[in-house]
Nanobody, 126 residues
Framework: QLQLVESGGGLVQPGGSLRLSCAAS????????IAWFRQAPGKEREGVSC????????NYADSVKGRFTTSRDNAKTTVYLQMNSLKPEDTAIYYC???????????????????WGKGTQVTVSS
C-alpha cells in the first residue's frame, strides 16, 4: 500500500532551522514529482517546494527561496525539506505529496498531486 509519512516537525524559535522528512513506503520514488505543501490556520494551502526524482531539479515558492532546500536520498525512498531562517509566518502543517512525472520533466507546484501524507506541525515562535 502506497503511503507517505512526514516527520521532523516541532517548535523552533525565529531564525532557527528544522529538517522535515517524507518517507515513502510501498513504492520507490522513481519518476515522481515530490512536493511539500503547507497550510496555516485560516489560510489556503500553499505549495512550498518540489523535486523531480529523476533529475533532482527543484522548484520553490518565492516565499521560501533562499531559505528552504528540498532534496532526496539516493535510495529514492525519502525526500527532505531543510528549513533555515524560519519566520513566524512559516508556522503551518506541512504535507508531502507525490505525482507521477515523466522522466526529465520539471516538477510544478501547481500540478494535481494525488497521494498525500497526513502532515507534520511546524511552529515558529519565541
Amino acid at each position: 500500500q502506497l503511503q507517505l509519512v512526514e516527520s521532523g516537525g516541532g517548535l523552533v524559535q525565529p531564525g532557527g532551522s528544522l529538517r522535515l522528512s517524507c518517507a515513502a513506503s510501498g513504492f520507490t520514488l522513481d519518476y515522481y514529482a515530490i512536493a511539500w505543501f503547507r497550510q496555516a490556520p485560516g489560510k489556503e494551502r500553499e505549495g512550498v517546494s518540489c523535486i523531480s526524482s529523476s533529475t533532482g531539479r527543484t522548484n520553490y515558492a518565492d516565499s521560501v527561496k533562499g531559505r528552504f532546500t528540498t532534496s532526496r536520498d539516493n535510495a529514492k525512498t525519502t525526500v527532505y525539506l531543510q528549513m533555515n531562517s524560519l519566520k513566524p509566518e512559516d508556522t503551518a502543517i506541512y504535507y508531502c505529496a507525490v505525482l507521477r512525472l515523466q522522466p526529465f520533466r520539471r516538477c510544478e507546484l501547481s500540478a494535481g498531486y494525488n497521494y498525500w501524507g497526513k502532515g507534520t506541525q511546524v511552529t515558529v515562535s519565541s
